[in-house]
């Protein structure tokens, strides 16, 4: 994924979901807190579906898996100048919004098809999403929050990391914190310990707590070295001196 400044991530946060992003998270995780996110839940919508519909055998849950697939590569669209003509064979759009509100039928549809399926749960993820992708805090907030509480636990980790950036982004600080140091305490194979450390590291050091941000720095840098975490660490420290 190429580089994107902070402006364009806020004006299009959750605009480029790729697998391959998901496995450089520590490397990249400071500088794409929103991308993440729906990275991560990109990667557990696909291992769920290769592994026939969440682990469950019935039909009802592998057709759920499947439309969950569609889903997820419509909000993984290209986006086009308007007035282009989109390719034939390539999902575009002209528009962040209008991707999202295509998207949100399909993650709609599969929340109310296939209620009481793991589906659903990441449905109601992604609904979150796109709210937050429309500038609807208020339903992203609900919808996220939806998913803490009855989401799977590494579905629902990913919720919270979405949460807390939707937090920092709104001007929650305390309450994005708070959520970020329940995932450093609790780290799951979908958010990881050090992945929680970075962001809540970032947090700090926007909103004028150097010194915060510089201890956390230090404790990831002396746990992870040698790794891109850990050098990560190391050049935010340079930045802070």
Not at 50 to 66: I, M, T
Not at 147 to 174: C, F, H, W
Not at 177 to 196: D, F, H, M
């Amino acid at each position: 994924m190429r580089a994107q400044t902070r402006h364009q991530l806020k004006q299009d946060s959750f605009s480029r979901v790729t697998i391959g992003a998901a496995e450089r998270t520590a490397h990249w995780s400071v500088e794409h807190r929103n991308t993440l996110a729906i990275a991560l839940a990109a990667v557990v919508v696909i291992v769920a579906a290769a592994a026939g519909g969440w682990y469950y055998l019935s039909a009802q849950n592998e057709k759920a898996s499947f439309e969950m697939t569609e889903a997820v590569r419509t909000l993984q669209g290209q986006l086009r100048p308007a007035g282009t003509p989109a390719q034939p064979g390539v999902l575009s759009f002209t528009s962040a919004k209008e991707r999202a509100e295509a998207a949100k039928t399909k993650f709609q549809t599969i929340e109310d098809k296939y209620p009481h399926t793991r589906s659903a749960d990441t449905a109601r993820y992604f609904l979150g999403v796109t709210a937050a992708t429309e500038g609807d805090y208020a339903t992203a907030e609900k919808d996220f929050k939806a998913v803490v509480s009855s989401g799977s636990k590494e579905l629902a980790s990913i919720a919270k990391l979405a949460l807390a950036d939707l937090y920092g982004n709104t001007n929650r600080v305390k309450d994005a914190a708070a959520l970020y140091q329940e995932l450093i305490n609790n780290p799951t194979t979908s958010v990881s310990k050090v992945t929680a450390q970075l962001q809540l590291a970032e947090l700090e050091q926007s909103n004028n707590q150097p010194l915060d941000a510089k201890r956390l720095y230090e404790q990831i840098k002396k746990d992870n070295p040698g790794n891109e975490a850990g050098q990560m660490a190391t050049q935010k420290l340079a930045e802070l001196k």
